[in-house]
C-alpha cells in the first residue's frame, strides 16, 4: 500500500480512538451505561495498537511481541487483585503509567540529542521530570497502602526546605539543558534528582490522606502523558492525558473539600503526627455499652437504620457479614441505608466498591450530603469501623484538628451505635465526643464478630 | 513558538475542558472505577513506545521504548480488566438476587 494512504488509515484511526475515549468516560457516568463506556475504551485502544503496529517506521517485531506479552502477564495479575487492594494496585499503575512516559521522553532525549531545539528540550525536559517524580511517588504510596512501608508520615527538621530544594535542583537542571540541549551529562542528573523528589515528595504523607494523594499521583501521570503528546506531537495522547489529568485533578479536589485541607497542607502538613490535644478534657466520662442482644431488638425495632461504614469494616472482613445484617433488617422491613463519606476507604469511591463486591445493592450507598438530610429522621444510626468522618467535634469544637471537616450527622439520629474494638482513639489520633453522648450505646468487640452475634439474634428470634 | 506547539495547546485545554465537564458529572459511586479506566485510557502511551522501540534507532532508545512498552501494556491490559470486574459488581435492588 502506498505509504501516505497508510499515514492516513492510521491517523483516521487514532481520531476515532479519541472520540470513543471522551465516549468511555462519558458513559461511565452512571453504573447502568458504565460497562459499555469500558467497552467502547477497550476498542479504542485495540483499534490504536493496531494501527500503530501496522506503522511502517517500525523495523523489528520479535521484541515488541514479547514486551507485550511480558505487559499482559503482568497486567493481568494486577486486575485480579482483592477490591481491599484496588488502592495500591491503582498507586502501582500510575507508578508504571509515569515510568513509561519517563522511559519514552528519556529515549526521545537520546535520539534527538545534538538535533534538538530549545522548545523541544522544554518540553522533554519538563515531561521527564514529571514523569520521573511520578513514577517514585507512586511506588512510594504503593508500599505504603501495602504497608510495606510504615503508614505514619515520616518528617523530619527542615523537611520542607529539603524537599523543595530539590524540586529546584531538578528545574535548574532542566533550565541549564534548554540553554544547552547538548550537555547530555546533565541529563540522567536531572533525571536522578527528579527521581529522589518523588520520594521525598510522598515520604512524610500519613496513611490518611492516601485517597488525595493517590489522586494526585493520578493527576501528574495524567498530565505527564499529556506532555509526552506535546513532545511526540501526538494529539490522541495530548487527549487522553488531558483526560487522566483533568480526572485525578478533580477526585484531589474532592478528596481535600471531603477533609477540610488544602493542596499545600496535604503535601506539605504530615497530618496525623502530633496528637496533644483533648487530653485536659480527660474527665470521668461515661459510655454506655450494649450487647449483640440488646443491639439486634434495638434494630428490629427501628423502622430507619442507617449504617455509617469506615475503613476498620474492610480491615475486619466485616463487608460480608454487615450483608447478611442488611438482608435480616431488609427481610423484616426496615430501611436500610449506608452513608458514605467522601473518604470512607483509601481512595477516592473506595467504600461504595467494597459493599458492592459484598452484593449490597448500590441504590443503598447514600453520599454524604443526601444521607445528612436523612438522618434526623432515622431511627438507629450504626457505625462500623469508622470514626473521624463521625466526630461532631468537626462542626462544634475549633480547637479540634478536624474542625471544618464535613462529617456525617449521626449524632441527629435518634440512637447511635458503635460498634469498636476499645475506647483507643482513630486513625487520627482524635477523641470523638460522640462516644459520650447519652443516645450513644457502645458495641465493644471485633466488627465482624459482632455484626454476625446481631445477625443470629435477628434470626434467632424470627424463627420463634 | 513552533506552530506544533500551538496546535497541541489547542486540543490540550478543548480536552481538558471536555475531562472537567465529563468527569464532574460520574457519581462519586463510581469514582473508583473512574481512576482505574482513566488509567487505562492513559496506557494509550503504549503506542508512543511501540513506536520507539520499533524504529530501533538506538539501542538505548529501543530497550527503553521496549520497557515502556510492557509497563504501559500491563496498565492498559489491568486496567480495562479490574474496571469491568468493578462494574459487574454494582447492582440494583430490583435486579433478581443470586441466580
Known amino acids: 500500500m502506498n505509504p501516505a494512504l497508510v499515514q492516513q488509515l492510521i491517523d483516521s484511526a487514532y481520531i476515532v480512538a479519541t472520540v470513543f475515549f471522551i465516549l468511555s468516560i462519558k458513559w461511565l457516568s452512571s453504573p447502568t451505561t458504565a460497562r459499555r463506556g469500558v467497552l467502547v475504551g477497550e476498542i479504542a485502544a485495540a483499534l490504536a495498537v493496531i494501527a500503530t503496529l501496522s506503522n511502517p517506521e517500525l523495523t523489528q517485531y520479535k521484541w515488541i511481541v514479547i514486551s507485550l506479552i511480558i505487559g499482559a502477564a503482568v497486567g493481568i495479575p494486577l486486575g485480579m487483585v482483592q477490591m481491599t487492594a484496588v488502592p495500591q494496585r491503582t498507586a502501582l499503575s500510575h507508578a508504571f503509567g509515569a515510568l513509561s512516559a519517563a522511559m519514552i521522553g528519556i529515549a526521545e532525549y537520546y535520539v534527538g540529542v545534538g538535533h534538538l531545539t530549545r522548545f523541544g528540550m522544554g518540553e522533554i525536559g519538563l515531561e521527564v521530570i514529571i514523569g520521573s517524580l511520578t513514577f517514585t511517588g507512586s511506588v512510594i504510596a504503593a508500599g505504603k497502602l501495602q504497608e510495606i512501608l510504615p503508614q505514619r508520615p515520616i518528617v523530619y527538621k527542615g523537611q520542607n526546605i529539603v524537599s523543595l530544594s530539590v524540586l529546584a535542583g531538578a528545574l535548574l537542571l532542566a533550565v541549564a539543558l534548554v540553554v544547552n540541549p547538548s550537555n547530555s551529562v546533565l541529563f540522567p542528573i536531572m533525571v536522578v534528582v527528579a527521581l529522589l523528589f518523588g520520594v521525598l515528595l510522598v515520604t512524610p504523607i500519613g496513611g490518611a490522606d492516601m485517597p488525595t494523594v493517590i489522586s494526585l499521583l493520578n493527576s501528574y501521570a495524567g498530565f505527564s502523558a499529556a506532555l509526552l503528546g506535546f513532545v511526540l506531537n501526538s494529539k490522541v495522547l495530548v487527549v487522553a492525558g488531558a483526560l487522566d489529568g483533568s480526572s485525578g485533578f478533580i477526585l484531589s479536589v474532592i478528596m481535600c473539600k471531603a477533609m477540610n485541607r488544602s493542596f499545600t497542607n496535604v503535601m506539605f502538613g504530615a497530618f496525623g503526627q502530633v496528637q496533644t490535644s483533648s487530653a485536659a478534657a480527660e474527665e470521668a466520662r461515661t459510655v454506655r455499652s450494649a450487647s449483640a442482644e440488646e443491639a439486634a431488638g434495638i434494630l428490629a425495632a427501628a423502622s430507619k437504620v442507617a449504617i455509617v461504614p469506615g475503613y476498620g469494616m474492610a480491615v475486619a472482613q466485616a463487608q460480608h457479614k454487615v450483608r447478611e445484617l442488611y438482608d435480616a433488617l431488609t427481610k423484616r422491613g426496615v430501611d436500610v441505608r449506608f452513608g458514605i463519606h467522601p473518604v470512607a476507604g483509601r481512595m477516592p469511591g473506595h467504600m461504595n466498591v467494597l459493599l458492592a463486591e459484598a452484593d449490597i445493592p448500590y441504590d443503598r450507598l447514600i453520599e454524604m450530603d443526601d444521607m445528612n438530610s436523612d438522618l434526623p429522621q432515622t431511627d438507629v444510626a450504626l457505625i462500623i469501623g469508622a470514626n473521624d468522618v463521625t466526630n461532631p467535634a468537626a462542626r462544634s469544637d475549633t480547637s479540634s484538628p478536624i474542625y471544618g471537616m464535613p462529617i456525617l450527622d449521626v449524632d441527629k439520629a435518634r440512637t447511635v451505635m458503635v460498634i469498636k474494638r476499645s475506647m483507643n482513639p482513630g486513625f487520627a489520633g482524635i477523641d470523638n465526643p460522640l462516644y459520650y453522648f447519652d443516645k450513644t450505646l457502645m458495641l465493644f468487640g471485633d466488627a465482624k464478630g459482632f455484626v454476625g452475634d446481631i445477625v443470629r439474634e435477628l434470626g434467632g428470634t424470627n424463627s420463634h | ?99
Do not use: C
Request: charged letters at 15%; aromatic letters at 10%.
Open chain 2, 1 to 99: 513558538m513552533p506552530s506544533d506547539f500551538l496546535s497541541n495547546l489547542y486540543v490540550f485545554i478543548l480536552a481538558g475542558f471536555v475531562g472537567f465537564e465529563l468527569i464532574k458529572r460520574v457519581s462519586p459511586l463510581l469514582h473508583t472505577p473512574l481512576m482505574s479506566l482513566t488509567n487505562a485510557l492513559d496506557a494509550i502511551v503504549v503506542i508512543a513506545a511501540i513506536i520507539i522501540a520499533g524504529r530501533h534507532e538506538t539501542r538505548l532508545s529501543t530497550i527503553l521504548g521496549l520497557i515502556a512498552v510492557a509497563a504501559s501494556f500491563s496498565n492498559m491490559v489491568g486496567g480495562f480488566f479490574i474496571t469491568d470486574r468493578m462494574l459487574r459488581m454494582f447492582k440494583t435492588g430490583k435486579q433478581p438476587k443470586k441466580p
